[in-house]
């Protein structure tokens, strides 16, 4: 899963309470040097984020990296190129280039970062101009004791849920197993997909090995889902041009059996892989944290001994 958004997305969780009226603001995408480089964004202050602001000496910095240009499967032609012209906010043939968050402007030929600006144009390491998809599935289940029975948290007297998490080899941080949805692919299958190759190493299986995970998977991501968040990511790969949107999705397997005889193990660009017990306590990726935050209230369990707080009388 090349790029995969884990490992560098973020999300300001203070800005994104209210789904319906969402605010944005950059802090990862304002990262100086850009990863994997030494290049210098344009400093932008935190006031003149916004398009809406004139900024008429805005001199943001074009890069697109070596990896990019070089024109893998995954990455666009640049937009001067001779017989390159993409369809943005729309279904581009195989290529998604709608936004999650709605319309967003072009300008000069140019997809324009919805947030705002970056200090940079070009799309430094993402491969797509405008949107670059990406899928995070999140697998939960009880935490339970020897007899099966589910463990209660002491303070809070919640379950005390449990999601399957990644070490992810390039950062070392412990994150939700994902990555960047291929040219044609549902997201449902992205989903799907990155938990295999991520979670359960099905790319060393043999083919039997396979077919029998795809089997006990099939039950766990057909079933109903929660959907967790869909939009705009404030990564620090974005760029003025370039941006990550990301879907996270919950399955969750209730009785437990679906996963209970899964195999975990880490693949493609995981370093391990373990079922891990949720609380504010977790130190994740910082979006993730989010993410798994919002899939404990979804199943009321255990987050925090702390109740925020009180009203007295």
Request: aromatic share 10%; hydrophobic share 30%.
């Amino acid at each position: 899963s090349n790029l995969s958004a884990n490992c560098w997305s973020h999300l300001h969780a203070a800005s994104m309470f209210n789904s319906h009226n969402v605010k944005f603001y950059h802090s990862k995408a304002l990262t100086s040097p850009y990863p994997g480089s030494h290049v210098e964004r344009s400093q932008v202050p935190e006031d003149k984020v916004g398009w809406l602001i004139e900024w008429k000496d805005y001199k943001p910095v074009e890069y697109t990296a070596k990896s990019v240009l070089a024109g893998p499967s995954w990455a666009d032609p640049q937009i001067s190129n001779k017989g390159f012209s993409p369809k943005f906010n729309e279904r581009d043939r195989e290529v998604e280039r709608r936004s999650l968050n709605g319309l967003y402007v072009v300008e000069n030929g140019r997809p324009r970062n919805p947030v705002g600006r970056t200090g940079l144009t070009g799309r430094g390491l993402l491969g797509r101009w405008g949107p670059n998809h990406a899928a995070d599935p999140v697998v939960t289940r009880w935490k339970r004791d020897g007899s099966g029975n589910k463990v209660v948290h002491p303070v809070t007297g919640k379950n005390i849920l449990q999601f399957v998490a990644i070490k992810r080899r390039d950062c070392g941080e412990w994150a939700i197993p994902g990555g960047m949805v291929d040219p044609g692919e549902k997201i449902s299958t992205t989903l799907k997909r990155e938990f295999e190759e991520e979670a359960l190493n099905a790319l060393q299986k043999s083919p039997e090995e396979k077919a029998e995970l795809e089997k006990r998977l099939h039950k766990l991501f057909s079933q109903e889902h929660f959907v967790v968040y869909r939009g705009y990511v404030d990564d620090p790969r974005n760029t003025d041009n370039a941006w990550m949107e990301t879907e996270a999705v919950n399955y969750h397997d209730e009785s437990g059996e679906t996963m209970d005889n899964l195999p975990l193990e880490a693949g493609d660009d995981a370093g391990m892989v373990k079922w891990v017990d949720i609380s504010e306590k977790l130190k994740l990726y910082a979006s993730h944290s989010y993410f798994i935050k919002l899939v404990t209230e979804k199943w009321g369990a255990h987050w925090s001994e702390d109740p925020g707080p009180e009203c007295h009388e």
